[in-house]
C-alpha cells in the first residue's frame, strides 16, 4: 500500500488560490503590454513569489495545526511533517530562486538604460523583502 501524503491544498487554499490569481492576471497584463524583454522577464520571475510564498507560509500554518483526520501511529505523524517540511522548502526555494532570476533582470535592464539602482521606494521595498526572504 502507497502512503499517501496530507492533501497539495490545505483548508487555507483560497489564499493561495487568490494569490495565484493575482499573479495570473499580472502575467496576462504583461503579455499584453508587450514590454522590453529584461523588464518582462523582472515581472514575470517576481510575479510567481506571491503564490509560491503564500503556499509556504500557509504549510508552515498547516505544520503548526492538528491534522483534520486522526494520523494511525508516529510514522504516519513523521511522514506528514516531513511531507510538509519538503513541500515548505520546495516553495519557499522557488520563490527565492526566481525572484533572484527578477532582480538580475531588472538590474541588466537599469544598466542597459543607465538609470541608477535602488532610487525608488519601490526597489529598495523589494531588494529588503527579498534579502528578508533569503534570511
Known amino acids: 500500500m502507497a502512503a499517501s501524503g496530507p492533501p497539495i491544498l490545505p483548508k487555507r487554499a483560497w489564499q493561495v488560490a487568490i494569490s495565484g490569481a493575482v499573479c495570473g492576471a499580472l502575467l496576462i497584463t504583461l503579455q499584453q503590454a ?18 509560491l510564498g503564500t503556499a ?3 504549510t508552515v500554518r498547516q505544520r503548526l495545526t492538528r491534522p483534520t483526520t486522526k494520523l494511525p ?26 525572484a533572484a532570476f527578477g532582480l538580475v533582470a531588472i538590474a541588466l535592464h537599469k544598466n542597459a538604460l543607465g538609470r541608477p539602482h535602488l532610487s525608488t521606494a519601490h ?13
Not at 34 to 40: D, R
Not at 42 to 50: E, K, T, W
Not at 87 to 92: E, G
Not at 123 to 135: E, M, N, V
Open 56 to 58: 509556504a507560509v500557509s
Open 34 to 51: 508587450h514590454p522590453p524583454n529584461l523588464f518582462a522577464l523582472h515581472v514575470a520571475s517576481m510575479a510567481p513569489m506571491l503564490p
Open 123 to 135: 526597489s529598495r521595498l523589494g531588494a529588503a523583502a527579498w534579502l528578508l526572504w533569503l534570511l
Open 73 to 98: 501511529d508516529a510514522a504516519a505523524r513523521r511522514r506528514r511533517g516531513e511531507w510538509l517540511v519538503i513541500r515548505h522548502f520546495v516553495a519557499s526555494a522557488l520563490a527565492l530562486y526566481i
